[in-house]
């Protein structure tokens, strides 16, 4: 999931390559996932871009030389809720649609969420509405995952920083009971001194191992529950 903030901007494919290369190295097909972003779309237009756009990965997985029984979704912060919607808020297609792609299912076998939102009328609160939250507060709950689990979802993991400001840990600590409740596999790995993007303070070194740690348990799970 290519976003930040909700915005998906625009990256030279050697770019992005460089940012998936440990999948890559693993023989795993990586598909870079954009959406309609801030400042001119919400959160509401980027969630339905996500749910259509995995019915297009779904659909065509072939003609990118993948399985399509076997697709995860991986993403950072609002990456992390937009991998959560692809995995919670899944169906298997309308076969009444006119439009092929609405036709299609858009369920995925694996999630990865780092630092994700999950409850979005808890994390906005009363914040400023601007840019990718600009949109009327009756809508936040059917663009939040925690209000989609169910027994069907694939396994979860979710990583977060225990002291994160942006996105606080109780954000993923909730999710973590409703899958719990549903008897949805998942696992939560915390690290207790990192705040948003892993990010510790004046440790850069321990920024980077976190960095590392969390991509290696992203392909592990990934291997355990694609391949």
């Known amino acids: 999931m290519v976003s930040a903030g909700w915005r998906s901007s625009w990256g030279k494919p050697e770019e992005r390559q460089a940012r998936y290369q440990w999948l890559i190295d693993k023989g795993f ?43 995860g979704v991986w993403g950072a912060s609002a990456g992390g809720h937009l991998s959560l919607v692809a995995g919670l808020m899944a169906d298997d297609g309308d076969p009444a649609a006119a439009n092929a792609l609405e036709r299609s299912g858009n369920r995925v076998r694996a999630v990865v969420a780092y630092f994700p939102p999950t409850d979005l009328d808890v994390l906005l609160g009363s914040r400023t509405k601007q840019g990718a939250i600009d949109f009327d507060d009756s809508l936040r709950a059917s663009v939040s995952p925690i209000h989609f689990v169910d027994a069907r979802d694939p396994p979860t993991l979710i990583i977060s920083g225990g002291a994160d400001k942006g996105v606080p840990i109780s954000q993923s600590e909730i999710m973590k009971a409703e899958l719990d409740r549903a008897g949805v596999e998942n696992m939560l790995k915390v690290f207790p001194d990192a705040d948003h993007d892993f990010y510790v303070k004046e440790d850069p070194a321990k920024t980077d191992a976190y960095a590392r740690e969390a991509m290696n348990a992203m392909v592990a799970w990934f291997e355990q529950h694609l391949k």
Do not use: E, N, Q, W
């Open 29 to 71: 097909t990586v598909v870079a996932l954009y959406h309609s972003s801030a400042p001119r779309f919400t959160v509401v237009d980027a969630t339905a871009d996500i749910r259509l756009g995995m019915r297009h990965i779904k659909l065509h997985a072939a003609d990118y030389g993948a399985s399509p029984d076997r697709i």
